[in-house]
């Protein structure tokens, strides 16, 4: 039962009395660097069971939303997943995929929850709520039923789309969904074990407060074992990479809605929390 924070670049412990710093708390047995504990996630799990508050002489203290950054801020590899929602589907007049469609999200695009968005000079930029899998151990052709365990946790994110971009070469959505700042994620990692229904969490997105995206992860086409498996039955998937699963319906382009600089946007997933971004102009 964990959650994990990066709190400016230090791994820190989420507790009801305030974060712990795991370098301090551990006395350097696991480094500050997030990204790190990933390669050593059964190891740090086990530790973070018997911690206390004041452990190595440091203290519970308040952490600040503007101070999160992404969890998993350098992964080696950043999958995201297209059309992934059976409502998402309906309301774009696709049919279901037979197959998953993958693209990437270059890691640069990764950015904390409250941190400003900032608009490309081409202005179709549009949300896409999504939950985000963290990889905790090394998966490579495993089955379904083994999948959730190859993960360290989840979080809130949004694939955030310039949409002119992404259609604009020949069906190849990366570049379009990497500008910098376009891969929001946090509050923090949740891990599995906190979650009662995992592959069954309401999520929502809204702008400056108005519903845009409200749906369940159970409306996914492949729900987050058959994502890995897929992944994995090709790509060797490492402690520390991200998996962007995909949106339910209520994206901006299908009303013709785009951000606007001074939106507020905001994603939610019951059980894990919610991000902010402000969206400021070019
Ligand atoms: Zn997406």
């Known amino acids: 039962m964990t959650r994990l924070a990066n709190v400016l670049g230090r791994a820190a412990l989420v507790t009801d009395e305030g ?61 995201a997943i297209g059309l992934n929602y059976r409502d998402h589907a309906a309301e774009t007049g696709a049919e279901l995929p037979e197959r998953m469609a993958v693209f990437t999200k270059f890691p640069t695009c990764l950015t904390g929850g409250f941190e400003e968005v900032v608009l490309p000079e081409t202005g179709s930029v549009d949300w896409e709520v999504e939950l985000v899998v963290v990889i905790g151990k090394r998966a490579h052709k495993i089955a ?17 789309s310039e949409r ?27 891990t599995p074990d906190e979650l009662t229904e995992p592959d069954d969490l309401p999520l929502s997105c809204t702008v400056n407060g108005e519903v845009m995206q409200s749906s369940r992860t159970s409306e996914m086409v492949f729900g987050v074992s058959r994502i890995i498996e897929e992944l994995a039955s090709v790509v060797q998937l490492l402690p ?34 919610t991000i902010r971004s402000k969206v400021v102009g070019p």
């Open 144 to 160: 379904d039923w083994e999948a959730w365990s190859h993960v360290a946790g989840v979080c809130v994110g949004n694939d955030l």
């Open 164 to 190: 002119i971009l992404q259609r604009a070469a020949g069906n190849q959505f990366s570049m379009g969904k990497s500008f910098p700042g376009f891969g929001p994620m946090g509050p923090y990692l949740v």
């Open 240 to 273: 520390g990479d991200v998996i962007f699963t995909g949106t339910p319906a209520g994206v901006g382009w299908v009303k013709n809605r785009f951000l606007q600089p001074g939106d507020v946007l905001e994603s939610t997933i019951e059980g894990i929390g």
């Open 19 to 79: 974060g712990i710093d795991v370098e301090t708390a551990s006395e350097g047995r696991f480094a500050a660097d997030p990204q790190a504990l990933y390669e050593r996630w059964e190891e740090f799990m086990h530790w973070t069971a018997h911690v206390t508050p004041d452990a190595g002489g440091g203290a519970p203290f308040e952490i600040a939303e503007a101070d999160l950054l992404s969890p998993a801020p350098f992964p080696a590899q950043v999958f």
